[in-house]
């Protein structure tokens, strides 16, 4: 039963979420404005606005100008509404005392992936991190990687794995190949998934970004040179990090002769 409140006020955070999106670079308007379709201008009612509901009822298409309705709307919505869902489970599954504590680090959880969600279609669409959002993901995230692992050294260790190497890539190419968005957004995604997962997430970001630049350029639409992206990769790797990282490594160990742990 609570997961399904988490699950339905993750639509509502998602559709917040979109808004934000879409407006970052304006966000006084997020506050004062109305919602609207943005291609007919149309002022939309509440019940064009209900997340995931109204995208389905509607096929994807305005109801006033019948033009489609951007497939980042239910895609962030589900996302949001799943992630923080999972996050909820993983966190609570945990048994840490007292309780309320665990719904502060299900709160920061929300928050860090409230950032990581807008930084992820800001880096896609504009090829930049804003300043201000790495900032309030490194907070977050130190925040509850110290109450949720409880672990000052392994904190200390997991945000250098995330930030060291990243740094040193973007300084070595110049800003090239990656931006220095990506180290503080690399250093708070590490400290999210703790330590030592976060020598897993560093594997997969790059297994992930180095497969995706080879396919691009093998499909011709990358030169060796052209910037990606590189945000995308490192986000998704430390959500398959977060919720599958201390199987894999424990396999991976397995596997080494070293046992699960
Ligand atoms: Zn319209």
Known sequence: MEAIIVFIFGLIFGS??????LRFDDWLSILKGRSQCPKCKTNLGWYDLVPLVSYITLRGKCRYCTKPISWQYPVVEFATAALLTSGYAT????PVLPLWQAWVEVALFALILGVILVIFFHDLYEMMIPEVLSYILVIAALAFSLIYYNDALGTLYAALTGFLPIALLVFAGGGKWMGEGDIKLSAGLALL?????????LAFSFI???LFGVAAIAAGRAKLKSAIPFAPFLILAAFVTFF??????????????????
């Open 16 to 21: 917040f979420l979109n808004v934000v999106i």
């Open 91 to 94: 966190i609570l599954a945990n």
């Open 193 to 201: 998934v703790g330590w030592p997962s976060a020598v897993a997430y």
């Open 208 to 210: 992930g970004g180095g």
């Open 244 to 261: 599958y990282g201390p199987r894999i490594v424990g396999w991976y160990l397995g596997i080494l002769g070293y046992g699960y742990y």
